[in-house]
């Protein structure tokens, strides 16, 4: 990724998924973690050791697993990133389809995984506190006055 990039991350298309190249945006705070981490004068945010960009998807995963075993995380794997980012701006109330396009997810139903039905059910009938009673409720679905 290179800083000019930046609010957008270039996502190139892999094997096996969305075959198009998408701009993902990035928020204010990643956007001010990743322009911090600028070393060596490299336009890339995460250049490999010679100052360019990472070619090989395998030559970024080590760099991850060895940023992981310095920091003494365990279990934790890149796909794990993305699943959670995805179930924080849903459950955030994030709008699904936007997620769904930031994902790249062709279809909806795929990024319904992200969703935790239970908790949202709790919080579709939670909303109905609004109202001051139960009368309120049906006096609203009827058009009647209320005393």
Do not use: C, W
């Not at 059910?121 to 909303?127: I, N, P, Q, S």
Request: glycine share 8%; hydrophobic share 35%.
């Amino acid at each position: 990724m290179k800083l000019k990039s930046l609010p957008y991350l270039n996502k190139n298309p892999r094997k096996g998924g969305n075959k198009k190249t998408r701009r993902i945006p990035i928020n204010s705070n990643l956007r001010k973690i990743l322009l911090g981490l600028k070393s060596g004068g490299s336009d890339y945010v995460f250049p490999s050791s010679d100052g360019k960009p990472y070619m090989r998807q395998d030559s970024l995963n080590r760099a991850f697993i060895g940023a992981l075993r310095r920091s003494k995380i365990n279990h934790l794997r890149f796909h794990n990133l993305r699943h959670t980012a995805a179930t924080r701006m849903i459950g955030s109330g994030a709008n699904i389809v936007a997620v769904s396009r930031i994902l790249g997810h062709a279809d909806l139903k795929t990024t319904m995984r992200y969703t935790h039905p239970d908790d949202s059910l709790k919080d579709a009938v939670e909303k109905l506190t609004v109202f001051s009673s139960v009368t309120d409720i049906f006096t609203d679905m009827l058009g009647m006055e209320k005393n």
